[in-house]
């Protein structure tokens, strides 16, 4: 992970909230920061892609390991702050087309 920008000190994750305020430091005027992110992960388990895991149901053959790749923007002011964040998953399964590509942004204000 890379981050650049005013008072960098951590990486937005996706998951759950992509676009914490925590990670700017300063309470006034504006901030900024770009970021980038790299993770691979190993999925023991896809409820959505293997199906029923106590009985037979319908699954396809999917791939164990998966990368992911992420870069985006974030900009506050005050104590409000906007996210954005381009993300590309590896494929998933068989016979998947191509790659997941999509975009999140998110809007959150400190209280």
Known sequence: SVR???DAEGIPALTPNPGSRHLMSGH????????ANVEGYYMAQNLTLDG?????SHSVDREEWVAEA???LAM????????????QRTREFDGQDEQDKFGAITLTRRF
Do not use: I, K, M, P
């Open 4 to 6: 650049w920008g005013d």
């Open 28 to 35: 006034r005027g504006w901030q900024w920061y770009l970021f």
């Open 76 to 87: 506050a002011w005050e104590d409000w702050q906007v996210t954005y964040a381009a993300v």
């Open 70 to 72: 992420s870069a985006g």
């Open 52 to 56: 029923n895991t106590f009985r037979d």
